[in-house]
Structure formats: structure tokens, C-alpha cells
């Protein structure tokens, strides 16, 4: 009796051991990482993404920065309530200019603050929580109007990405991207006043694997987090 109850606490524990190892997985390997790169500088990047589609199709914009056709979506911003956290965990701002912008969640690290930084961010404390400015910005150059899109946009939260940690040759320095993305139901006569600005064009999910599309019979690049829409 007294044998059979010692092995069933076994068999549970094995099981809640695994189980939680699982389902935490990603975050034991990016803490693994995060010891092999003590002292090295990691980039972080966290931004969001949105999921708008049309017919089965998924809406891309052109980039201004890279050329190629990207989500809809932008970079956290955080706050000045940021600044204790920001000082304590040794985050230094994104020295290149042709990506940083003030405020942006775009920074630079050492490893062993790379897990109290995540565990930061999924607090959702000193930072922007809403994700309304970025679709309204990037929806500008359609000419919608804000109040319209506030009022007739739903947005829903789909999920979380965060990046295995990889080394950037760009930025020669390893990174750790995180990215939520969020799927935006946008009216039909607001889609198709958006579809008449070049900027942006529907892809199929076919041509995101791919990473490339044909517009005016030249192949277009799609970038790699697109993927995440789909």
C-alpha cells in the first residue's frame, strides 16, 4: 500500500516535471542562451504585427526602410517609468539610427539580464499596451480616416513570437526579436480604398513561404515575419 502510493507521487511528479519543462521550453532555452552569452551584447527587438485579410489573401505593405513587402504593424515605444528598469538591466538604445526611432523597444544588452528583461516585457508594465497607433500610422498614406478606423476596427490578440536568439550579420551581434501579433477586421470598403494606394497589396499564403511575389511582372521580396501572419 505504503509502495504503491511512493510510486504514484513518483509517477506524478515525473509527469508535473515534464509537463512544465514542455510547456516552458523556449524560455529554458533562451536562459541557457542567455548564460552562454553572459557578457555579450544581445539587440532586442519587440514589436507587433497585424494579421489583415481579404479573400483568403493577406494584406503587406511596402516597406520604408528595406525594400520589400511587410506586415502592417511597428515597434513597442516605452515610457519614461521605463527608465529605472532600463538603467538596472544595462539596456542601452539601438545605435543605428536608420531603424531607432525615441522610445523604441529596440535596445541592446548583455545576457545575463536577457530573462529579467522578458520577464519585464510579459508584465506589460512601462510600455505601450495598445497597438492602435502603429495601424494608424501605417494605414496614413490610404487616407482613412482615424476616427473611422478607430471606430470600425476590431482587434484581436493571436499570439506571441519570440525568436530563438541567432546572431544578426546587419548589426553583427546576436538578437532576440519578440513579436505579438494581432489580427485586424477591417471593413470591405476600407480594405478596398486602402487597396487603391500601391503601397500596399494582398499576397496569398503561398507567396509568403516563398518570400516573393510578382507585381508588374517583376518579383518582389516579402519579408521573413510575414510568416507569423499566416
Known sequence: ?????????????????????????????????????????????????????????YLLIKGNRIEQYQPVGGVYKYYNSFNEVKSKLELKNEPESRFYENGDL?????????????????????????????????????????????????????KTIKEEIKFSHYFQMDEQKIFNIYEAKIPSDMLDTILNNDKYSLVEAEEIERLCCTRDGLSKKISETAKYII
Open 106 to 158: 529596440r535596445l541592446v544588452t548583455k545576457g545575463k539580464y536577457l530573462v529579467k528583461f522578458l520577464d519585464w516585457f510579459d508584465t506589460k508594465k512601462n510600455r505601450e499596451i495598445t497597438v492602435i497607433r502603429e495601424l494608424i500610422e501605417e494605414l496614413q498614406p490610404a487616407e482613412i480616416s482615424v476616427e473611422k478606423l478607430i471606430k470600425n476596427v476590431q482587434i484581436e490578440y493571436l
Open 1 to 57: 500500500m505504503i509502495q504503491d502510493i511512493i510510486i504514484n507521487l513518483i509517477v506524478a511528479f515525473i509527469t508535473y516535471l515534464a509537463a512544465t519543462i514542455f510547456h516552458n521550453r523556449l524560455r529554458i532555452k533562451i536562459w541557457l542562451q542567455s548564460l552562454l552569452r553572459w557578457n555579450k551584447n544581445i539587440r532586442l527587438s519587440c514589436a507587433y504585427l497585424f494579421q489583415i485579410k481579404k479573400d483568403g489573401k
